[in-house]
């Protein structure tokens, strides 16, 4: 049996250096805000320009919330290798309308049925776990991972909260198919830290051969 590998996505990049950091550090996906009120936000013409220097076999990733059909639309020709993350209230209807595989995320709270919400979007790649704050996500606020179950029936990215510190234990405790980071690698919102970037993926590996250590 293959070893465990967690993925790594990274959120939020505005900046060529950023994104070349978190490429050499190891993240396997990279995501633009697309939800401009965001402080993260960048327009469709900078996502696709920070996109064009992503090397094979790293993901872009189109952060929406609540968009318009015209406006997902829009996202997915200046992004079509993008993968879609629906970060708002979006329906399965709205979710699968552009036909492309997607991101749904769950703002995790106490009483949050997470097993029903996932079976609601059954085409979902992945279910994003993320904390439940004022507006759509970002806030570097961590939940309660005791609120997830074990037999949620698609993948799950671990979000919310993570950084260097942090994170190890997340993925021992949860064992998710990802991890997504934002606030926790940054020195100002949009604006990454090379450091934290590359002691962040280093703490996600470190994580992973605790796992394998554990199984051998």
């Known amino acids: 049996m293959l070893p465990q590998r967690t993925r790594i996505k990274i959120c939020g990049l505005t900046r060529e250096a950023d994104l070349d950091v978190a490429v050499e550090s190891g993240a396997d996906a990279i995501g633009f805000v697309l939800y401009p009120k965001s402080p993260r936000a960048v327009s469709l013409a900078r996502a696709a320009e920070l996109a064009r220097r992503l090397p094979p076999f790293v993901m872009p990733v189109a952060l929406l919330v609540n968009a318009t059909p015209a406006e997902t639309e829009a996202a997915l020709s200046a992004l079509p290798q993008a993968l879609i993350q629906f970060h708002g209230d979006e329906t399965r209807a709205a979710c699968e309308a552009p036909g492309r595989p997607y991101l749904r995320a769950a703002r995790m709270a106490p009483g949050f049925d997470l097993v029903d919400f996932a079976t609601q979007f059954p085409s979902a790649q992945a279910i994003l776990l993320d904390a439940h704050v004022e507006g759509y996500g970002g806030g570097g606020k ?43 690698v940054e020195a100002a919102k949009g604006i990454k830290d090379a450091a934290l970037i590359r002691r962040f993926c280093e703490a996600v590996r470190e994580a992973d051969a605790r796992i394998a250590d554990s199984e051998t």
């Open 142 to 184: 961590v939940f309660d991972w005791s609120l997830i179950p074990a037999n949620v029936p698609r993948p799950v990215v671990l979000s919310g909260g993570l950084h260097a510190g942090n994170v190890i234990e997340g993925i021992l405790q949860v064992r998710p198919w990802a991890v997504d980071v934002s606030t926790g």
